[in-house]
């Protein structure tokens, strides 16, 4: 076992104040990626932990000499849970034997405050059984909240690329990042380890306190899930103990960064490591991706040699230390630095309550199943390449509802429909490669429609006798002359032995006539090859692929519709290949906007930015049209668009619709979100045949079907490519406000009745506005104005009052001028705000309006510093609210009064005015009245000296707000508890 060094000194508050300090100054360059690895910050911060440690080079380099006689490391172990906060990873010490002990060969620092760290760890046999979690959130912020984590699978599965084929370890991947996949995948397998690779995100426990936590992917919505680290603890206690993996990498944002507070935040990781899991490692702070995906790969890369896991986090902290990443990562270029410039190695932390050792014991006798090497393309006809795992970018909700049911086989066949160019079959190709690599066994094929008996008969013969001579195959096969039965009988040969088969059949769109869809005369081979091996007994596995659906299948084929990659997907992408320096996030966004998330539209803008040879016949043809190429955004736009609208065959297929079915497709494109059967009714103009004229749109892909999973309905939408292909869409200015007037309307029914969304409503508004009708509009957004206040989300409040206090005609209403200049006054504009308020007081249509309008002004000149027009302002306000008996905005008016008093120096009026409104809201019980009041005189009473009068008062202000759950009773509580010693 490793010599073991406790580290737990007895630092006085005034020590631990400083180390903390200094930690959090060098976690905020952290935090903002600063370049800091050279400057020496880290080492004057590693020197003072030594200090603060107690730690001494000799002793420490013997201690080491022996560990290296006995082929182990020194343990350097942190047991006081009040230093938990302090970066103990970056110990340094001057001696060139020494330097970061963090990152010495033959040092492992790591942290204990549950378990003896004597019990020796759990040791499984081979292979090395490794869990990649993954939550990546449909609705995290796309330029900063995505994840690449296609990127780490490919770093991961690289590292581990000669164990896994030999047999020696099996990576799992879970399809999404719900908090039952993880207890599932727990509870049918026991991992040597498990990786989460997702963010980190405030949470509340199971009693509403905030605690730090992770965010998971909700199983219903696939949208973000926070998760405390309490909870998260308390439900995998559910597995069985003896089913806990060794290790848990919490490879997510500040896992184990404990929050300065006046209750310590409990982490993630140290609940982990409470619960009872061996050994957890979590992050300190933000970390970057690719400093993550580094660390994970190098980590596992030698656990699965069978190194000691202290070792191993030791190493792997080396490797990322070495900055080689930052290259890959596209942070820096190649060459431009030496080493990991942001430190990022500093923040791994590892908890451990057991002896130090490895997870796996290589020395174990196993009978391991190889993966053979996965060819560059499919047998079949060549056509359809395995794409690699970094090179395949997002679909993480197709993922989540159909990988496990394929690779489980509960899903037998699949097809994948939409419009060219939205990756149908790359996905397809990535099923394969994930079945190929749960079953190394597996066959797979591929072939691109139309299908020549003749080209199928020979990539299948050759399978069917790889592994073995059939004489009684052969011999049918020889006596067989009408080639369909030949390959009749191979398929089922194929299909009845041990080894599973799986299928892609490409393009099966061009099978079929856009009139109706059906076969084209001339493809009955076709047709029967596409039937016959739908058709093979199960465990055969069949993909297919066309931008329609495909007529007469078997029942259990399931039909897929591929939509268009959400932004977050198409960014990556973006990032992934070359574009302008000057190509900014909106100009990107811009692109998105116009052309949707299509890959082969996205892919073709890039090689007309950068000038490379363009792939694709259509962008080809467009360009040789061009006298001179495109030399701005919009021009190279322009081109792709063109190419996209023969791409997508767009002017045949609108021949084949009726007048109702386009004059719905056209209509389709006005709103801005998708919509319902009853959003799509609405703009119609033959509702009798609503049905049929959608699903004439649905089956072309010219109009999208999108599963709201919240509500369990299904929502359509036109296509970005297509919307812009429409572009108005051919309506008069009547036909077009009528057409906003119906889609208005379902809007604020859906928010009203079904959604009960804000987002419906403000839908809603800017329909109805597009068809003049803003007196209806003005109604919503009052309420949505008032909603968004209410929650602190002033800039939307105020964007949304904006539209209407900017407009000229009709003018704005008196609650959208003062909604407007409470939010920009907020926001720190006050000359805006009193403006707004100044024409806002005229329009008043009561006097108690008028009198918060004086109110609200009175803020204004109280903020500059115009005590006496704020107090005018005030009176005037307070002679309102006396005079319609307004008792409740005395309260706040007398408040304020009294406020503005103190701050006038005016002491002796200030506590008359706190008087009269406190006596007034003891008179009316108001409890927000109450609240403040009391609480605000207890305070100042406090700090006059006044203890028992001022404990009382808090006492008062404490009650009414526990009662009322306002904030801030936190702060009037510690008050108290200063007042009472």
């Not at 204990?112 to 020796?120: I, L």
């Not at 020549?452 to 001579?469: I, M, N, Q, S």
Request: net charge negative; hydrophobic share 40%.
């Amino acid at each position: 076992m490793p010599h073991e060094i406790l580290i737990s000194p007895q630092l006085d508050v005034t020590q631990l104040k400083a180390l903390a300090r200094q930690a959090e100054q060098l976690d905020r360059l952290l935090e903002n990626n600063q370049p800091i690895a050279q400057t020496g910050v880290l080492e004057q911060l590693g020197a003072r932990l030594w200090e603060a440690s107690g730690l001494q080079p000799d002793a420490l380099l013997t201690a080491i000499d022996r560990a290296l006689d006995d082929k182990t490391s020194v343990r350097l172990t942190i047991t006081d849970a009040t230093l938990h906060q302090l970066p103990w990873e970056l110990l340094y010490h001057q001696h060139p034997q020494l330097g970061f002990v963090g990152r010495h060969q033959s040092c492992v620092i790591v942290r204990r405050f549950k378990g003896s760290g004597q019990h020796a760890p759990t040791l499984l046999p081979r292979p090395f059984r490794l869990l990649l979690f993954i939550s990546s959130p449909e609705d995290l912020p796309p330029e900063r909240g995505r994840l690449d984590f296609e990127k780490e699978e490919e770093l991961l599965f690289t590292a581990l690329d000669r164990p896994w084929s030999k047999g020696d370890l099996i990576i799992d991947v879970a399809e999404d990042g719900c908090v039952q996949t993880l207890m599932n995948r727990l509870e049918e397998q026991q991992y040597h380890a498990v990786i989460m690779s997702m963010h980190g995100a405030p949470a509340r426990d199971e009693h509403g306190k905030s605690e730090w936590g992770l965010l998971f992917e909700d199983q219903q919505t696939g949208r973000s899930a926070a998760i405390a680290g309490s909870m998260l603890a308390q439900e995998l206690s559910k597995v069985p103990q003896q089913q806990y993996p060794g290790l848990v990498l919490l490879s997510a944002c500040r896992s184990a960064k404990a929050e300065e507070s006046a209750e310590s935040i409990t982490t993630v990781a140290k609940q982990l490591h409470d619960q009872g899991f061996e050994r957890v490692l979590g992050m300190r702070l933000s970390v970057i991706d690719g400093a993550a995906s580094a660390f994970s790969a190098e980590l596992f890369r030698r656990l699965a040699q069978g190194e000691s896991v202290g070792r191993a986090v030791t190493l792997a902290r080396d490797k990322v230390a070495e900055g080689v990443w930052l290259s890959d990562n596209g942070t820096l270029g190649k060459g431009e630095v030496s080493g990991d410039v942001y430190a990022q190695w500093t923040l791994p932390v590892l908890l451990d309550r057991t002896a130090d050792g490895p997870l796996v014991a290589v020395r174990t006798s196993v009978i391991p199943q190889p993966h053979p090497p996965l060819p560059l393309t499919l047998a079949g006809d060549g056509t359809i390449a395995l794409p690699t795992r970094s090179a395949f970018v997002g679909r993480r909700s197709l993922l989540r509802q159909h990988l496990r049911p394929f690779l489980d086989g509960d899903t037998r066949g699949l097809m994948l429909t939409g419009p060219g160019g939205m990756g149908k079959t790359t996905l397809a190709a990535l099923f394969v490669r994930l079945l190929q690599e749960r079953q190394p066994n597996a066959r797979a094929f591929g072939f691109q429609a139309p299908f020549h008996l003749d080209t199928l008969y020979e990539p299948l013969r050759e399978a069917a006798f790889a592994d073995a001579d059939d004489p009684i195959l052969s011999e049918r096969l020889g006596k067989e002359l009408d080639r369909r039965e030949q390959i009749r009988l191979l398929l089922t040969s194929l299909a009845s032995r041990p080894r599973p088969c799986a299928f892609v059949l490409d393009n099966l769109e061009s099978l079929q006539e856009l009139a109706t869809l059906e076969i084209a005369p001339g493809h009955e081979d076709s047709q029967w090859f596409v039937r016959t091996v739908c058709g093979l007994p199960a465990p055969t596995r069949v993909l297919l692929t066309g931008r329609y659906r495909f007529p007469a299948l078997p029942r259990h084929v399931h039909y897929c519709a591929i939509p268009d990659a959400p932004y977050g997907d198409i960014l990556l992408r973006m990032n992934r290949l070359q574009w302008p320096h000057d190509m900014g996030a909106d100009k990107k966004r811009w692109v998105y906007n116009t052309l949707g998330g299509n890959h082969r539209a996205i892919e073709w803008t890039a090689h007309l930015f950068t000038h490379q040879q363009p792939t694709g016949e259509a962008v080809v043809a467009e360009l040789a049209k061009l006298q001179a190429p495109p030399d701005t955004p919009e021009a190279m736009v322009e081109v792709v668009r063109e190419a996209m609208r023969q791409n997508l065959l767009f002017a045949e297929l609108r021949r084949q619709l009726t007048p109702a079915q386009d004059h719905l497709l056209r209509a389709a494109c006005l709103p801005r979100v998708p919509v319902n059967t009853d959003g799509l009714l609405a703009l119609e103009s033959q509702p009798e045949q609503a049905e049929a004229n959608r699903e004439r749109l649905v089956a072309y892909a010219l109009l999208e079907p999108v599963q709201d999973r919240e509500v369990e309905l299904d929502y359509f939408l036109v296509p970005p490519i297509v919307k812009d292909l429409l572009g108005d869409g051919e309506f008069s200015p009547t036909e077009r406000q009528s057409l906003h007037r119906a889609i208005g309307h379902y809007h604020r029914f859906q928010g009203q009745y079904l959604s009960k969304r804000w987002g419906d409503d403000i839908e809603a508004i800017y329909h109805l506005r597009q068809a003049g009708d803003h007196e209806e509009a003005d109604a919503l957004a009052e309420d949505v104005c008032n909603f968004y206040y209410r929650i602190s989300n002033y800039a939307a409040a105020s964007a949304l009052a904006a539209e209407i206090v900017q407009r000229e005609t009709p003018p704005p209403p008196w609650w959208a001028l003062n909604r407007y200049g409470m939010c920009q006054l907020t926001l720190g504009f006050p000359a805006t705000a009193l403006t707004a308020f100044e024409h806002a007081l005229p329009l008043a249509p009561s006097k108690e309006d008028e009198g918060t309008t004086l109110n609200n002004l009175s803020q204004i000149y109280d903020a500059r510093g115009d005590y006496d027009t704020a107090l005018r302002y005030l009176e005037e306000s307070l002679q309102i609210r006396r005079a319609i008996g307004d008792k409740a905005g005395m309260i706040a008016t007398l408040h304020n009064m009294a406020s503005i008093a103190l701050q006038a120096q005016d002491g002796e009026r200030a506590f008359t005015l706190w008087s009269e409104a406190l006596s007034l809201a003891l008179d009316t019980r108001n409890a927000q009245g109450i609240f403040h009041v009391a609480g605000t005189l207890g305070t100042l009473l406090a700090q006059a000296g006044d203890k028992a009068q001022a404990a009382q008062l808090l006492t008062l202000a404490i009650d009414a707000g526990k009662q009322a759950g306002f904030p801030g009773v936190e702060e009037l509580e510690e008050e108290l508890r200063r007042v009472q010693g």
